[in-house]
């Protein structure tokens, strides 16, 4: 499998919303890698990247949370000016719309964690690019 | 056919009948509860209704006997649909409102010509209370078709002989160039669309005090607060009224407040006027709060006995300063079952919860919250996600979009749409609590 489990969750936009799902990793002893929240006037939708994403998603399921597990794609690049340019236009010019990204640094190299409207043709281009994509196994701590 | 009028210096536009001591009222009221009750056995729910109850007409010996007839109800009027509570011949009948609906089985009220004369009447009586007048121009900027505010007041000015204008609602525009063309010097509106007419007035440069003619409005049909008319009568340069009506008993001119603007007058010589416990259906003392039932007293088409009208209220008195004994009534305070009135459109819980029962994206739990924003009523929904389906905001947006058309296409007014991950909103033990009412209206 060459993509990334990623938890949606679905918040509301409202202090002690998010400390209550953050506490449920802790419990479980589950790694959050990288998150990302977008929030709109009612509610947000916190992303997360973890150690054991099906492990979470069971535990907040039972605990009556609004989650989702999300095929998420990732690549490496170098950590310096000008790579996630290169990345995200090959898949630009081969036309394949980001509907969300979100990055970070990982051992000394940068990850692009997006979501695309045609999963299979990104694949593609990240292929034919030679790209470094990750998967779970690069995210073993 | 001309009408014979009082002369424009009377007080009163049908003044023997509105200036009744309390014994004379009580008297005409037990001469007419009489007539009613035996004329409600041409009915064939009441017929059955009084051999359940075992009561016979000449049961009714005094005004206290009314305490014998059992309470009529809207159901009643949804289970005898159409024509089942009738108590003429349909050949008698002129004219005919429906309600809506919406809710389930609509109903149905008939009128013969002389209720309509009757309604009419005490339309009129209300108008020249406030000092409205044959020279008055009365614009009627209130919905018609089948909503009573509009038909109702309509026939009344013009059976007290004023140019009535039948403006209908909307296109504040046009209704403001009627104003200031011919002169308007009485509104009928709901008090949300006088606030409404009076922002435009404001965006076209009109002043109402000194470009309009206008000095009485009737303002009824939806609930409002004591501030809310204030504003509108400082906002307007007018004395704002407060009418109460409803179709079950004609339409608007069941009560109006006189010029001391201390209370409703519910006249009397047409209804008789009963406040009781809605849980108890037993009467309450003067000054108490509870449910209003009305039992009309001149209906020949429909005549309804203690008719339960979920409206909670008030006796104020049974004097007056201007003359009139006909018991003065509060504003309504609420409604004893989860009726809400919005912007003049009646609207119940179960309506919303069977739009958001369509949706199978939604849990079962949610919240609706009434809310003041500038005089004007506003809705918010609150729903709770059974799952969460994607992780695409434009397609939750979508979802909340899809939501806000199907309400507004059963409630007519567009709420604003809360989407909750599961389990955000409270869960009450037993009943649950569906509406938060933070109006001001009712504060």
């Given at each position: 499998m060459n993509t990334l489990k990623q938890l949606s969750i679905f918040i509301e936009n409202k202090s002690g919303t998010l400390i209550k799902v953050l506490e449920l990793f802790s419990k479980a002893k589950i790694q959050i890698i990288a998150s990302t929240i977008a929030d709109t006037q009612d509610y947000g939708i916190y992303r997360v990247l973890c150690s054991a994403p099906c492990e979470a998603y069971t535990i907040l399921k039972e605990h009556g949370i609004n989650v989702q597990l999300t095929d998420v794609l990732a690549i490496a690049i170098e950590d310096e000016p000008g790579h996630a340019a290169m990345a995200i236009s090959a898949l630009s010019q081969a036309g394949v719309n980001i509907l969300y990204m979100y990055s970070f640094l990982w051992k000394g190299r940068g990850v692009l964690v997006m979501r695309t409207d045609e999963s299979d043709k990104a694949l593609e281009v990240i292929a034919e690019n030679d790209m470094d994509l990750l998967n779970e196994d690069d995210f073993i701590i | 056919m001309k009408k014979i009028l009082p002369n424009d210096n009377n007080p009163f536009f049908d003044e023997k009948m509105e200036t009744m001591t309390r014994a004379q009222i009580e008297a005409l009221q037990l001469e007419r509860l009489q007539a009613t009750v035996q004329h409600c056995m041409n009915s064939p729910f009441y017929r059955k209704r009084f051999e359940e109850a075992g009561l016979k007409p000449e049961d009714i010996k005094t005004l206290d006997d009314i305490s014998r007839i059992p309470f009529t109800t809207k159901q009643d009027l949804r289970d005898t649909y159409p024509f089942g509570m009738a108590s003429v011949p349909l050949r008698e009948c002129t004219r005919l409102h429906s309600s809506s609906g919406t809710t389930g089985t609509p109903t149905v009220i008939l009128h013969t010509q002389k209720d309509l004369e009757e309604w009419a009447a005490q339309v009129a009586r209300n108008l020249w209370m406030v000092g409205l007048r044959p020279d008055d121009v009365f614009q009627n900027s209130s919905g018609y078709g089948m909503f009573t505010g509009g038909l109702g007041f309509q026939y009344g000015a013009e059976r007290l002989g004023m140019l009535t204008i039948?403006?209908?609602?909307?296109?504040s525009i046009r209704q403001i160039k009627f104003i200031t063309d011919f002169g308007t010097t009485a509104l009928h509106a709901v008090p949300s669309y006088v606030t409404r007419l009076y922002e435009v007035m404001q965006s076209m440069g009109v002043d109402p005090r000194r470009d309009t003619k206008l000095k009485v409005l009737a303002i009824g049909a939806e609930p409002h607060s004591e501030e809310q008319r204030r504003r509108i009568e400082d906002m307007m340069g007018v004395k704002a009224y407060n009418s109460f009506g409803m179709s079950e008993m004609c339409g608007p001119g069941v009560g109006f407040e006189c010029?001391?603007?201390?209370g409703l007058h519910f006249w009397e010589d047409y209804y008789i006027v009963e406040i009781v416990d809605?849980?108890?259906?037993e009467p309450v003392p003067d000054g108490e709060v509870g449910e209003l039932v009305l039992t009309s007293l001149c209906r020949e088409a429909m005549p309804l006995l203690r008719?339960?009208?979920?409206d909670l209220t008030r006796v104020l008195g049974r004097t007056c300063p201007c003359g009139r004994n006909h018991v003065r009534i509060d504003r309504m305070r609420g409604r004893s079952d989860d009726m809400m009135v919005l912007r003049g459109v009646n609207i119940f819980p179960i309506q919303i919860e069977k739009i958001l029962m369509t949706f199978p994206e939604l849990a079962s739990n949610y919240l609706i919250t009434l809310t003041t924003d500038e005089d004007n009523d506003n809705m918010t929904v609150e729903v709770e996600l059974e799952e969460l389906f994607t992780d695409d905001y434009r397609r939750l947006q979508n979802l909340t979009n899809r939501i806000q058309r199907a309400l507004k296409d059963e409630i007519l007014l567009t709420p604003h749409v809360k989407l909750l991950p599961k389990g955000s909103l409270p869960v009450s033990e037993g009943k649950a609590v569906r509406v938060v009412d933070k109006r001001t209206v009712y504060q």
């Open positions: - | 039948p403006a209908a609602a909307g296109n010029q001391e603007q201390n809605p849980e108890t259906l008719y339960r009208t979920r």
